[in-house]
Structure formats: structure tokens, C-alpha cells
């Protein structure tokens, strides 16, 4: 089924041309259309197009209203307000029509249309590191990215997936030879392992290594030995790696589908899978004068980047003694990225802290010639999870919470809540209401809020059922799922020639604007845009429900066409929420 144009592009239009009459000899007439609580909609363009053609903007704004054809079939009514606003309100009949033509899309995307001309995406997000549990500061790349992938996706573009987690370092060397001595401390079958068991094996392997390590000169000797033939890519060394790497994924994989994320292994390419380029990517460097030799490392300096003695802050790409440091592996990743995956948007979901890094790596990667206009990287960089209190996120003895638990909670909570609401729903039932509340609670509190700032994490307001949550959304398309039951053989329809109601106008003005939304946080990597438009959403459709009987609306066809208005605002949430990587309960 082709797109829905929205109303607001049809009106848009319609302005367009009427201004154009007015003044032929403009070019570029935009109307700046947009909603108002005057009237539907107001267009303010008006004003700078006087002032540029020397005209009374009054004049010039009745002028254009004379242009405007008005009716039944869009605008029925347009007045100039002000110095030379213009007031639009549509007919009813236009924004049933809309939303019908929406609602008859039964390939699930309410019209809302696909890019005509998409690119290639890369988005680096979810990244944690091997052998070691995530904590939670690895919650918000994982799930602002996962967002922002559907959201891309969603509008069409080529999204290729990028797990970039830490594989490699002088730790392993430590692990791989305490292992190699003690074979049997991961002596199972991984299959048969859940994913707390093997992070506790990591974990109990890991406190071992580091004591012997510690306390053992001989043992500390041939873990650094072990370093050197990891790098080398010694066969068995590299078996042994691989174990611990498989085995924390197991890890990763359990603790991502309690997030309710998909996690493919194919989109896991770590540290390690850009080693066979980092000499190239130096020497490339190198030959391009866009790298130094200073003091035996390879650096990049930076004329805009000193440290507090005023001396330059160089980005060390290899290290005097020719080990390599991060920046060599990203800007391998951007090499990989560019030119394999023939990417046009880089976009990295990583900690704000790293913004400094991320600038010189970027700015390295330009001045090679990597990244060019056609060719651009994005670092969509989020704040700090906090506490009640304010500060960053930590238990009571002072420890970084764990990812898990953190979780875990968050479904307890829910459960909890559900089970105080549950009607007719089994202990089963609740338990897996409670983990959709649960998960959707917490992602929904980070994603509503913009990535760059931190955010409290209060589990007891994650759980409300007032206020702006995911359970009010959730419980507000539960409400509708209900009353769709309910209506029993009466079917949603919709009728165009029917009178609305303000709060049925409000809701179905809102659903319409569900494509512009999609488009503008796709565009600006910015999901809490869509948890804004979908919190007004319940907003608008709990007024409806509290103003306007539907099963026991006045007439049959009025009982339709409210279902109708229901029923495509439940589908509205029902996609919006799946955007966010949040599901919609049919019961609560």
C-alpha cells in the first residue's frame, strides 16, 4: 500500500500555492505551519514573506486566505489573526479520511512512508567486555541503540549492526595461561551453561588468575609471555581465547534477552576483529603526514586540544613499543566501515565521557580522507545513570550495580503491581506481564529522557501507573484491547460524514502525526521524541475515553467510528512502543 500523506504536509501544500499566487515573484514560500491550541493548526511564515517583499503583512495574510479553497474535503476555515497569522481549522470529514486511509494499511505501517533514496547506517551500541559482568553502565548504549535501530530501520534505511566489545588486552594473557594450567575450571559443555553460570566461572577464573598473578613472579612472567603469543596469534593461545570469549557470551546473550533485545552473534565484531588492519592503518596514517612519530609512539595532535600546561593532547595510535592503543582499532572500525560495509552514517551510542576520544578519532579519520561529506560519524553520546540521591548509580557498599539485578528488580516491582491490577490473569500470566512491565519500565525511563543528559533511576516511579511511564502507555492500550473485546460483533468503521467531538479531533489530529514523528527522530537520532508524542498519545486518548461514551455512544454508527478512533490509536501505541523495543500487553 503506498504512504499516507499526513494532513499537515496537505495543508502545507495548500498554503504553499496559496502564497505562491499571492507573491509569484518569491521563491522558497514556506508557510511554517504548525499545531496550535488557537485552532488546529497556524501558519506563521507570513511575516518574514512581507517583510521581504516590502508588504503590510496583514494585507498580504487576507490576501493569501482569498487564495485558499475551503470546504468539506481539508480546510474548513482559515482566518488572519494578529499582525498576520494565519488560523487553519480542518473538517471533520478530512480527518476521518486520513486516519481511515492509515488504518487501511495492513502491512502495519499506518502510512507512514520509506525513505525513496536510504542509505547504509553502521550503529555501534551494546558493547561489553569479556569476562566481565555488565553493570549499569552498560544499559543505555544497549538500549538508546537499539532504538535508534529500529527507528532507522522502521523508515527504510540499510541498518548494519555493530557490537564492539572489549576482546582483547594484557588481562587475557593472565586468564589464557592460569587456564592453560588449570584446564578444567571451564571444563563443560557451553550449551548446557545459562548465562549467570557462566559469568561465574569467568568471575571465580578471573579472582583466581589475579591472585596467582599478584603473588607469583614466575607466574606473572609467563602471563606476559602469554600476551606476546596471543598478539602473534599462536593456534592454541588463540583456542583458549576463544573460550573465554565464548563462554561470555552465553553471558551477554542471557542478560539481552531479559533487555528483550535482538543480539546477533554475526553483529558481534569486537576489539580483536580489526587486529589483521591496525599496521595498515598506521602506515596509511603515517605516509598521509596525518600521524607523527613523537618520542617512538605515533601520534595525532590537535591544535584546538591542549592539557592544562598548555602543551598539545596527542591521540597515541601506537605506542613506543609498538603496542597498539584504542584509537588504532576505531579507526580501523571506521576503515572497515566505510569501506566494506560502504556505510554513510557512522553513529557511535557510547558514554559522553568519551567524547574527547571520539572528536580525535573523527577528526583523524577526516584528515586521511575516510570521512567526507558523503561520509559521516556521529558520536550520540549519553549521560550518567543516577541515583535517588543524585549521584552516579551504586549499591550501598559503594559497588557498581549489576545489570542483572538491576533487572531482576525492575521485574519484581512490576509483577508486584500487575498482580495488585490482575483481574483474570494467572500466576503465568503475571510473571510474564511482569518482566514486559518490567523491562519496559526501565528502557522507557532512559529513552524519555534526552540521551545527552543523566537521569535518576527510581524504580518505584518507573512503575507507576500515573505520570509519564511506559505502564501508563501500556495500561492505556491494555484499556483499548478491552473495550475492542467487549464490542463483541460490533466492528471498528470508520464514517467520515459524522460530527467530532474536540477530544475525538485532539486524539485523531495526534495519531495523524505519527509518520512526521517517526521521520524527525530517525533524523535526529532522538527516540525521547517518540516517547513524548506517545505519552501525549495516552494523554489524549484517557480524555477521549473519559468525554466520549463508544460502546454507548448515541448511534450505531457513532459506536463504529469510535472504535475505529480506538482501535488506530491502539496500533498507533502498539508501533510506537515497539520502536522502543517496549511491548504491549493485551491484558493488565
Known amino acids: 500500500m503506498p504512504s499516507v500523506t499526513s494532513l499537515t504536509d496537505l495543508v502545507?501544500?495548500?498554503l504553499t500555492d496559496a502564497l505562491t499566487s499571492a507573491l509569484p515573484e518569491t521563491d522558497g514560500v514556506d508557510p511554517l505551519l504548525r499545531r496550535s491550541d488557537r485552532a488546529d493548526f497556524q501558519a506563521n511564515g507570513i511575516l518574514a514573506l512581507a517583510k521581504k517583499a516590502k508588504a503590510n503583512p496583514r494585507e498580504l495574510a487576507t490576501q493569501v486566505v482569498s487564495q485558499v479553497v475551503t470546504g468539506e474535503e481539508l480546510i474548513k476555515d482559515v482566518e488572519v489573526s494578529g499582525p498576520g497569522f494565519l488560523n487553519i481549522t480542518l473538517s471533520d470529514r478530512a480527518i476521518t479520511t486520513n486516519l481511515a486511509a492509515r488504518y487501511a494499511d495492513d502491512t502495519g505501517r499506518l502510512g507512514v512512508p520509506l525513505n525513496e533514496n536510504p542509505g547504509t547506517s553502521v550503529i555501534d551500541y551494546a558493547q561489553p567486555n569479556v569476562a566481565k559482568e555488565m553493570h549499569v553502565g552498560h544499559l543505555r548504549s544497549a538500549v538508546i541503540g537499539d532504538s535508534v535501530v529500529q527507528l532507522l530501520e522502521f523508515t527504510g534505511e540499510n541498518v548494519v549492526r555493530r557490537h564492539h566489545i572489549g576482546d582483547w588486552g594484557t588481562q587475557f594473557g593472565m586468564l589464557i595461561q592460569y587456564l592453560d594450567e588449570h584446564p578444567h575450571e571451564l571444563d563443560h559443555e557451553s550449551a548446557e551453561v545459562s548465562g549467570e553460570e557462566a559469568?561465574?566461572?569467568?568471575?571465580?577464573?578471573?579472582?583466581?588468575?589475579?591472585?596467582?598473578?599478584?603473588?607469583?613472579?614466575?607466574?606473572?612472567?609467563?602471563?606476559r609471555r602469554r600476551v606476546v603469543d596471543l598478539q602473534a596469534g599462536d593456534p592454541h593461545t588463540l583456542a583458549m581465547w576463544q573460550k573465554f570469549v565464548d563462554e561470555s557470551k552465553i553471558y551477554f546473550f542471557s542478560v539481552f534477552e531479559k533487555l528483550d533485545m535482538r543480539i546477533r552473534d554475526e553483529d558481534?565484531?569486537?576489539e580483536s576483529g580489526y587486529n589483521d588492519m591496525l599496521a595498515e592503518t598506521c602506515r596509511l596514517l603515517e605516509e598521509s603526514g596525518g600521524a607523527v612519530r613523537s618520542e617512538g609512539a605515533l601520534c595525532v595532535f590537535f591544535d584546538d586540544i591542549k592539557g592544562p600546561d598548555g602543551n598539545p593532547v596527542p591521540l597515541i595510535v601506537q605506542k613506543s613499543d609498538g603496542g597498539y592503543g584504542y584509537a588504532a582499532t576505531d579507526l580501523s572500525a571506521i576503515r572497515d566501515r566505510v569501506f566494506n560495509l560502504k556505510a554513510n552514517s557512522l553513529v557511535y551510542v557510547v558514554d559522553a565521557r568519551q567524547s574527547l576520544h571520539f572528536k580525535m578519532v573523527f577528526e583523524t579519520a577526516r584528515r586521511a580522507g575516510w570521512l567526507n561529506e558523503d561520509v559521516k560519524a556521529y558520536q550520540l553520546a549519553f549521560g550518567t545513570v543516577l541515583g535517588k540521591d543524585g549521584k552516579p548509580f551504586k549499591?550501598?557498599?559503594g559497588e557498581t550495580v549489576r545489570l542483572v539485578d538491576l533487572l531482576d528488580e525492575a521485574i519484581d516491582r512490576a509483577a508486584a503491581v500487575v498482580r495488585e491490577k490482575a483481574q483474570d490473569l494467572s500466576e503465568a500470566e503475571i510473571t510474564e506481564r511482569g518482566a514486559q512491565v518490567g523491562i519496559g519500565a526501565v528502557k522507557y525511563a532512559d529513552l524519555s529522557t534526552s540521551a545527552n543528559r543523566d537521569y535518576k533511576f527510581d524504580l518505584d516511579q518507573m512503575v507507576s501507573l500515573n505520570g509519564d511511564t511506559s505502564v501508563y502507555l501500556q495500561y492505556a492500550y491494555a484499556r483499548i484491547r478491552s473495550i475492542l473485546r467487549k464490542?463483541?460483533?460490533?466492528?471498528?468503521?470508520?464514517?467520515?460524514?459524522?460530527?467530532?467531538?474536540a477530544a475525538e479531533r485532539a486524539l485523531g489530529l495526534h495519531v495523524d502525526a505519527f509518520a512526521e514523528t517517526v521521520a524527525e527522530a530517525a533524523a535526529e537520532y532522538a527516540p525521547h521524541k517518540m516517547t513524548a508524542y506517545l505519552y501525549q498519545l495516552a494523554s489524549l486518548y484517557t480524555s477521549f475515553y473519559d468525554k466520549c461514551p463508544v460502546l454507548k455512544a448515541q448511534t450505531p454508527e457513532q459506536v463504529e467510528n469510535r472504535l475505529f478512533l480506538c482501535d488506530v490509536t491502539a496500533r498507533?501505541?502498539?508501533?510506537?512502543?515497539a520502536l522502543l523495543?517496549?511491548?504491549?500487553?493485551?491484558r493488565l
Open 12 to 14: 502545507n501544500q495548500q
Open 199 to 223: 559469568m561465574s566461572n569467568l568471575d571465580r577464573l578471573y579472582k583466581a588468575s589475579r591472585k596467582l598473578f599478584d603473588s607469583d613472579e614466575e607466574f606473572k612472567t609467563r602471563a
Open 268 to 270: 558481534i565484531v569486537g
Open 395 to 397: 549499591t550501598r557498599e
Open 487 to 501: 464490542a463483541g460483533e460490533v466492528r471498528p468503521v470508520a464514517h467520515p460524514e459524522l460530527e467530532l467531538h
Open 572 to 577: 498507533t501505541l502498539h508501533q510506537g512502543m
Open 581 to 586: 523495543g517496549i511491548g504491549t500487553p493485551e
